[in-house]
């Protein structure tokens, strides 16, 4: 577990700095983390990342007790970069989360060809 709070707070600070001022929506917080995100350095970090979503998908513990407060702690963290009601914004941080991690997953399976055409069509490139 500290090995994932380690992660996520290296990605919080990268993250931050490129996160100045609040997105327009979930499209555009999601091209900015994804053009910083998408690197050679970054990718052993992601494959840690997601062997312990698939894990906790299948419910191994203490990976499965674990998903939840992660996944909360990154939506909670990201709404933070929108405006409007918090409903708005955590939406918002949601959608951003779905991508991102979608298109970072896509990477790591397919590799960054692959994961910047998706990029590319869901207008997020």
């Excluded at 001022?21 to 052993?44: C, S, V, Y």
Aim: charge should be negative.
């Amino acid at each position: 577990t500290d090995v994932l709070l380690e992660i996520g707070s290296r990605l919080q600070q990268v993250l931050a700095d490129a996160l100045t001022q609040p997105a327009n929506g979930h499209r555009e917080l999601a091209r900015t983390a994804f053009k910083i995100l998408a690197q050679e350095e970054f990718d052993p970090l992601f494959a840690v990342y997601f062997e312990v979503c698939g894990l906790a998908a299948a419910g191994v513990a203490p990976y499965d007790d674990l998903a939840a407060p992660l996944t909360e702690g990154w939506v909670a963290w990201l709404a933070e970069f929108f405006t409007g009601t918090t409903k708005r914004r955590r939406a918002e941080a949601e959608a951003s989360l779905a991508l991102i991690d979608g298109m970072l997953l896509m990477r790591q399976l397919a590799g960054p060809a692959a994961a910047d055409r998706a990029a590319k069509v869901l207008g997020v490139r």
